[in-house]
């Protein structure tokens, strides 16, 4: 029989594990890309300015801790994929290359996403979660950032997985 001590910390550490029936699954693969800047008020666009570039590296790298903490899915390496991504950039409106990218590298989930800049101080931060393999939105959501502040990124970031991308497992996936 085992200890009373070591079935609470099973139980803590592996959520499932003493429920009978119920298989712990293997996290999914992701490629979860960098966020992206949309600035829809600059004719052509630009490239961000290094305060932008800085809190799109800074979002992102939370929105990969983010998921990576909800424990169902598991980023994949996308340093091989550099060049590609550098040349179908932006994602989030190049129709299905994300997705193609993302299973050149081996997930089967793709998460991408933008902040759109409206005015200095009120921001868009979307984000989606799309099959890898037929390119359908599985999850997305938006948020408005209010402040354009290091804080108010990683706010928003958190929030948006914790309550939009995660809130309930991905369908047909769990």
């Known amino acids: 029989m085992l200890p009373a001590r070591l079935i609470l910390l099973a139980a803590l550490v592996l959520p499932g594990a003493l429920r009978p029936g119920v298989a712990l699954a293997a996290p999914e693969k992701a490629a979860v890309f960098g966020i992206e800047l949309l600035d829809p008020g600059v004719v052509g666009g630009r490239p ?23 424990g169902a899915v598991e980023s994949v390496d996308l340093a091989p994929q550099a060049a590609e991504i550098r040349k179908e950039a932006p994602l989030y409106k190049c129709e299905g290359c994300a997705e193609r990218i993302a299973r050149e590298a081996g997930a089967s989930l793709a998460i991408y996403g933008y902040v759109q800049r409206n005015t200095n101080q009120i921001l868009n931060l979307s984000i989606t979660i799309s099959d890898a393999e037929n390119g359908k939105v599985l999850r997305g959501g938006q948020v408005v950032i209010r402040g354009d502040t290091d804080e108010t990124w990683l706010h928003s970031v958190r929030w948006l997985v914790k309550n939009r991308l995660f809130a309930e497992p991905l369908p047909n996936r769990s």
């Open 48 to 70: 961000p300015r290094p305060e932008e570039s800085r809190r799109l590296a800074l979002a992102t790298d939370e929105l990969r801790k983010a998921v990576a903490a909800q």
